[in-house]
């Protein structure tokens, strides 16, 4: 029996995106038939793939920016459409950062700009299976300071353990005007995950009571109080995500 060679990394990003040839792809697959863990893996991939292509497949339907069409001419501006669609997914290969400044982005709206960070973040950091958070669970104490320093604001972990899910750790994001943002991770026994992310106030956003949204398959239940807006993703019951927004409140204003 001819031994199937172990896929790199390459390969899985390849087979992910439907890049390898057929012979290639069947071993592939055969391969991850054996490989339990390697297989989550790349579901994960393939629901984060699916979840971007919801987030942001309309952008590249949109216009090019004049001031971009206003400095180019003959053939290059013919080509801009493609390059403008090529950067939008450079872009997303490289979330950190910059992901949330360019103009093509901004149409990509949920309710509030912060509630669009949020929803992207989750998309991204909660199919990663070895690195979902920057400091764990067991660091909590540590997590919550260093969090709360960078926001500039007193910041709380919610228990959200009555409702199935445990912290998994959090990370530090970009937020709005070059300002930061946290997002703690939450996780249930299944390995559904929930994620909160906390933002300084964008400028002109007024005060809201609970609001929910859905952007493609994502439930965005979000509220600004005071100087912070806060958004909870993942979960698909409303009622439970309005319950645990109700909780997280508590809180955060305690």
Do not use: C
């Not at 180019?72 to 949330?100: C, D, H, N, Q, Y």
């Amino acid at each position: 029996m001819t031994r199937i060679p172990v896929p790199t990394e390459a390969d899985i990003q390849a087979y992910v995106d439907g890049r390898l040839d057929s012979a290639r792809h069947a071993e592939v697959e055969i391969y991850l038939a054996e490989h339990p863990d390697l297989a989550a893996q790349v579901r994960a991939y393939q629901e984060q793939n699916q979840m971007l292509h919801g987030l942001f497949d309309r952008v590249l339907d949109e216009p090019v920016p004049e001031r971009l069409t206003a400095v180019t001419a003959g053939k290059t501006r013919r080509k801009l459409p493609r390059i403008a669609a090529a950067l939008a997914w450079v872009m997303l290969g490289g979330v950190s950062g910059f992901l949330f400044r360019g103009e093509m982005l901004h149409k990509v709206v949920v309710a509030e700009p912060f509630t669009e960070r949020a929803a992207i973040a989750h998309v991204v950091y909660s199919a990663e299976l070895l690195h979902p958070v920057e400091v764990g669970a067991d660091q909590e104490k540590h997590l919550v300071q260093w969090l709360s320093k960078r926001l500039g604001h007193t910041l709380r972990v919610p228990d959200l353990g009555p409702f199935g899910y445990q912290l998994v750790g959090g990370r530090l994001l970009p937020g709005s005007n070059q300002g930061a943002a946290a997002q703690f991770m939450y996780q249930m026994k299944s390995g559904s995950r929930l994620t909160l992310y906390v933002s300084v106030k964008d400028k002109g956003t007024a005060q809201t009571a609970f609001r929910i949204e859905e952007q493609d398959g994502q439930q965005v239940m979000y509220w600004v109080d005071e100087d912070l807006g806060f958004a909870l993703v993942g979960e698909q019951d409303r009622q439970r995500l309005l319950e645990m927004a109700r909780v997280t409140y508590k809180t955060m204003s305690y």
